[in-house]
């Protein structure tokens, strides 16, 4: 799955990249979280525009947002099939900019984080599915979730689950939302393949979505790993003296 990622390219960068009119400026991030406003790439009238939409795609026929499980991913297995993506799928694709996202991996009793990247250090574009919700007073809210996919053998050591990225070749391929023949984007919802992502162990500073600085980004060595670890195991209680023979509570307090 994909739940944190980073944008650090320059917005000039970026905006040669996608193509799009717009000339954003917007400063590096380094823990994007869900819930949060994220840049997406979209087709409109012909031409690639640069939008800001929010992480967890709400349908549109959702009536209660507050009583509604909040979608950062859609699977590329079920993706043509499930209520909240079918449509979706056809008619809205984006593409979200990234240069990166972190992952989680059980070690020794703990999630240990990783930043996953290109191996060659190119920005990428995460395929994504997007929806405008409606609300009852007349409010409007774009909603996006990325597309994943299961992962290949190298990237299944930390997680089953990648994110679908698409190649800058492939961006007008999956962009182009004319029709609603899909045919021709669904080898494009596969993993990365073996080799195209290099990753590193970071710090669980990544934890708290408050931390946002590119340290995050570092990696850290194993006696690293084992300090975190060390300071993240609870402290236990001082255990209390036992009575001597002679504090028997018979004189004591006189």
Request: hydrophobic share 40%; proline share 8%.
């Amino acid at each position: 799955m994909c739940g944190r990622f980073v944008i650090t390219s320059a917005p000039a960068a970026l905006r040669q990249l996608f193509g799009y009119v717009e000339q954003p400026n917007f400063p590096p991030r380094y823990n994007v979280a869900p819930t949060q406003p994220i840049p997406v790439v979209l087709v409109e009238n012909g031409a690639r525009h640069f939008r800001l939409m929010r992480w967890g795609l709400l349908p549109s026929w959702v009536k209660d947002p507050k009583g509604f499980t909040l979608l950062i991913n859609a699977r590329s297995e079920t993706v043509l099939e499930k209520p909240a993506f079918k449509k979706a799928i056809r008619r809205r694709r984006g593409l979200i900019p990234a240069d990166g996202y972190y992952e989680w991996k059980v070690e020794g009793g703990r999630k240990q984080p990783f930043f996953i990247h290109r191996a060659d250090g190119a920005p990428l574009g995460f395929a994504a599915v997007f929806e405008t919700w409606a609300g009852p007073n007349g409010e409007e809210l774009d909603t996006i979730a990325i597309v994943t996919a299961a992962a290949d053998e190298d990237l299944a050591a930390l997680h089953d689950r990648v994110p679908v990225t698409i190649s800058e070749r492939d961006f007008e391929r999956w962009l182009d939302c004319r029709s609603d023949e899909i045919d021709s984007i669904l080898p494009l919802m596969a993993a990365p393949r073996i080799g195209e992502f290099a990753w590193h162990p970071i710090s669980t500073r990544v934890n708290r979505v408050a931390n946002d600085d590119e340290q995050l980004l570092l990696p850290i060595s194993a006696e690293e790993m084992e300090a975190e670890a060390e300071a993240a195991k609870p402290k236990k209680a001082p255990r209390k003296a036992a009575a001597s023979s002679a504090d028997d509570g018979q004189g004591s307090l006189f």
